[in-house]
């Protein structure tokens, strides 16, 4: 009768004492703190931060944010206002554009040889140079965006080439008959002798333009936005008139006189022996 009650006695005994159980600090994930055990006494230390080995050279690094070239931010205003209008009315754009254009070319041109001797200003004449660039503007602009999406192939080069040919043999020679039988037609010419200007200047002018625009087609279409290309191509025209008024200023055959645009306000004289036309 011992032995059962001692070992009933001790199986109560048992169930009756709390037994301390060892309690694990809970994983925390994603920490760079040691995990502690929640009877530790030690207090939690704190994380040890990197120390930077090079204090000086960062301390002389210290310099105006921004990048170098933002001092050409204000410059770029005036394009960003134009891009903007492009955007906007393309049309309206390049008519005013074509108008500033010209304008400009004709002043230039008043300027360096003046149409008479006691260097008055040419007012018919600056008329008939805003009347053809405004005609023109939107002609020009509608081609050179046809031109852009045309004649795409999967080589540049081709595509390069192709569309400088094809500008070359069908807008220059259009765009010089229209130019030249134009001014005629504004000075109250005839018909033969629209015709008989058109027969002197529009072939040696297409053929002296091969000396020049067929690298400018090229720039244009490789570097240019389309949106602009006619833009750029009526500036360039008014330079090159520039460049004719200013080389042939001293020369003394007609011939040569012929190749410049702004020569053709008046129809030349077959019997005249001057150096110039009649319109200087």
Request: hydrophobic residues 35%.
């Amino acid at each position: 009768m011992n032995a059962p009650l001692t070992a009933s006695r001790a199986l109560l005994l048992r169930r009756l004492v709390p037994r301390h159980k060892s309690v694990s600090a809970p994983r925390r994930y994603k920490s760079t703190r040691p995990i502690e055990s929640p009877h530790s006494s030690q207090p939690p230390q704190p994380p040890v931060k990197p120390t930077d080995s090079k204090p000086a050279a960062n301390a002389a690094t210290n310099t105006i944010p921004g990048p170098s070239w933002a001092w050409v931010e204000p410059l770029t205003a005036p394009y960003r206002f134009y891009s903007r209008s492009q955007a906007r009315r393309p049309y309206l754009t390049q008519f005013i554009s074509s108008l500033t254009i010209y304008l400009c070319g004709d002043i230039s041109a008043q300027n360096i040889n003046p149409s008479s001797e006691d260097s008055s200003w040419d007012f018919p004449r600056t008329l008939r140079a805003l009347i053809i660039g405004g005609i023109s503007s939107i002609p020009s602009y509608r081609w050179f965006m046809y031109l852009g999406q045309s004649f795409n192939y999967s080589s540049k080069i081709l595509s390069l080439a192709t569309k400088v040919l094809v500008n070359q043999l069908m807008f220059t020679p259009i765009f010089n008959t229209y130019f030249f039988g134009m001014q005629a037609l504004l000075i109250g010419a005839s018909p033969e002798e629209i015709w008989e200007r058109v027969k002197k200047t529009v072939p040696t002018s297409v053929v002296n333009s091969c000396k020049l625009w067929p690298a400018v087609t090229a720039f244009l279409f490789a570097f240019v936005k389309p949106q602009n290309r006619s833009v750029i191509a009526g500036e360039c025209v008014q330079c090159y008139n520039l460049l004719c008024w200013c080389f042939q200023s001293h020369r003394t055959d007609r011939r040569f006189r012929r190749n410049c645009y702004w020569m053709a306000n008046l129809p030349f004289s077959t019997k005249s022996k001057s150096s110039k036309c009649s319109c200087c």
